[in-house]
Nanobody, 127 residues
């Protein structure tokens, strides 16, 4: 059974930082590209960042480029999202996801490219 479990969300003031983690089990983590998505109230889920299976390639939404960093530790089967300079518009539920194709690059940016999803973790940045 594949499981993705996010953690690290919370309430943080504007300008602050958070690091999200996503622990993966039930699949061979090192073979899969991973992504982070988010969904704000009343909005559709949107792409945030992706990392290739090897960790050698990363991709970011324009809205987070330069502020967020995605990384992975294949020894720990975990993917991370370091979020700095947080803004109120970053408030959302953040989801991690595993790509549907083995050995993918970081170019997959739609939710249809991902087969496995976590339950999400809430990030709140008050205005």
């Amino acid at each position: 059974q594949v499981q993705l479990v996010e953690s690290g969300g919370g309430l943080v003031q504007a300008g602050g930082s958070l690091r999200l983690s996503c622990a993966v089990s039930g699949l061979t983590f090192r073979r899969y590209a991973m992504g982070w998505f988010r969904q704000a109230p009343g909005k559709e889920r949107e792409f945030v960042a992706a990392i290739s299976w090897s960790g050698g390639g990363t991709n970011y939404a324009d809205s987070v480029k330069g502020r967020f960093t995605i990384s992975r530790d294949n020894a720990k089967d975990t993917v991370y999202l370091q979020m700095n300079s947080l803004k109120p518009e970053d408030t959302a539920v953040y989801f991690c996801a595993a790509d549907r194709t083995l050995y993918s690059s970081s170019s997959d940016t739609t939710e249809y490219d991902y087969d496995y999803w976590g339950q999400g973790t809430q990030v709140t940045v008050p205005s």
